[in-house]
């Protein structure tokens, strides 16, 4: 916590006495006037239980977190009555959402986090500082890996050096515990080109594919995956220029790059939700953002449409195909999953749909390690500052990992899937592989 502030006391009123008129003639205060965005009443929605905050990896391993009830309705019960600064410890919540999602008042917790967090970064950080660019260069992680995905072996090269990973830690707070993950030497929107586009085409079966920065530029075979499945089951997909879902953005304030980026997105994606598409990802924190944070944050045309029309890949398939009838028969090889539901898939409902999806499937053993966070949420993990916390709070998934059968581990998240690895040695897989490996023969 900052050293501006200590939490305060529960007993914040929640309108000023002498400024509620006696009667009928009550008018709500005008107390954010420049502001599109008035959170007020979810702050009154709270009522104090603290279940947000037992529930806050984070403040469960940092005592000096406030946790989220801090963050989201006093901070702004605080600006209300005087207009406070932000506690600069708005910057150790690392955006995992379980707060929004053990809240039982559904107080908007994860809004509230961003939009303090955007004035935090706007009003009070120092944008001389290291601190400040290291986060940005981590939140625009697109733009880095479009670089590296110009000399692919030159860039893994140079980033598996130790002595340039000491460097990174010396000068710009990057830790250098972890390894970087490697870029693939053909991008998905290359391999796409390549193949010459979609190879179904339909009149009612159609997706628009958001890919997101890791399936590009890192892990294209999930992305690949993804095409393949869903051309079995005769979809149309459609791949739309894009830009970063936001996510990083969001958890570090970025919500001018995040705004950006975002309205990329939804004027690509809405014009294709008018021609009968409905969206896909393969990441759980980029369905997050297009369904959440875009409406909540942003008020670009279609910004509704496409959230409505977002769906995770496998949860869409669930939803529209008799996906358990189509793998029934199937047979697969696949080593022993250490199953990990991210954060963010918890968020939507998704914790549970790879268990289910493949414990019958033949050939398949799938165990769930836990309710635990990973801990690294995104780019949190990857600040040397952070590094610690983020494995204490990855302790328990990693022993539940050491105790399942098997040394493969599987995730919908990116991010989650290096924590795994990092913390267990374990090879990571996403579920759309497995789906790819039951139904599709090549
Ligand atoms: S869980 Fe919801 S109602 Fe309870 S303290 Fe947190 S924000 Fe308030
Ligand atoms: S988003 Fe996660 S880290 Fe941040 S306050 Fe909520 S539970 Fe804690």
């Given amino acids: 916590m900052s050293d501006a502030e200590s939490p305060p006391d529960d007993d914040v009123p929640s309108v000023p006495d002498d400024e509620i008129p006696a009667g009928d003639e009550f008018e709500p205060v005008q107390v954010f006037p420049d502001s599109d965005l008035d ?22 391993v940092d005592d000096d977190f406030p946790g989220p009830k801090f963050q989201g309705p006093e901070q702004w019960r605080l600006k209300r009555k005087d207009d406070e600064d ?9 955006n995992c959402m379980r707060c929004d999602t053990a809240c039982p008042s559904d107080v908007p917790l994860s809004q509230m986090h961003n939009e303090a967090r955007g004035e935090y970064v706007d009003e009070q950080m120092d944008t001389w500082s290291v601190e400040y660019w290291r986060n940005r260069v981590l939140a625009n992680y697109r733009i880095s890996a479009w670089f590296a995905s110009k000399m692919p072996r030159l860039a893994n090269a140079v ?40 190879k179904v085409q339909s009149e009612d079966k159609r997706v628009a594919y958001f890919h997101g920065c890791y399936s590009n530029y890192n892990t294209p075979e999930v992305a690949k995956a993804m095409v393949r499945t869903f051309e079995h089951f005769s979809y149309q997909i459609a ?9 990083p953005m969001f958890a570090n304030g970025m919500l001018d790059d995040a705004r950006r980026d975002a309205e990329l997105n939804i ?28 409406p909540e944050l942003f008020s670009f045309e279609g910004t509704a449409k496409v959230s409505a029309s977002t769906y995770e890949a496998v949860e869409y398939l669930r939803i529209h195909e008799d996906l358990g009838s189509a793998i029934s028969d199937a ?5 022993d999953l ?56 990855g302790e328990e998934m990693f022993e539940h990992m050491d105790e399942a059968e098997g040394e493969t581990g599987m995730t919908e998240c990116p991010t989650c899937a290096m924590q795994m690895e990092h913390g267990s040695g374990y090879e990571i897989r996403h579920p759309l592989e497995v789906l790819e490996a039951a139904l599709v023969s090549r």
């Fill in 338 to 393: 250490a199953y990990h539901a991210p954060c963010h898939a918890r968020s939507q409902g998704l914790d549970r749909q790879a268990v289910e999806l493949f414990r019958d499937l033949d050939g398949v053993k799938i165990e769930d390690v836990g309710e635990s966070c990973s801990g690294i949420s995104g780019t949190y993990g990857w600040k040397s500052e952070k590094y610690e916390k983020s494995m204490a709070i």
């Fill in 86 to 94: 932000i506690d600069a410890s708005i910057m150790d919540c690392s």
């Fill in 239 to 247: 791949v739309p220029d894009q830009g970063c879902s936001g996510t």
């Fill in 39 to 60: 959170l007020r009443e979810g702050a009154d929605d709270c009522y104090k239980c603290s279940t947000c905050d037992t529930n806050c990896p984070v403040a469960e």
């Fill in 331 to 335: 047979e697969v090889e696949f080593p």
């Fill in 267 to 294: 004027k690509e994606f809405s014009q294709l939700v008018e021609e009968g598409y409905d969206v896909i990802c393969s990441c759980t924190s980029c369905s997050m953002a297009l369904r959440q944070e875009y």
């Fill in 159 to 198: 980033m598996s050096n130790s002595l340039v990973r000491q460097v990174g830690e010396k000068l710009f707070g990057v830790t250098a515990e972890r390894e970087f993950p490697a870029f693939a030497e053909q991008t998905f929107r290359e391999w796409w080109a390549e193949r010459g586009g979609p």
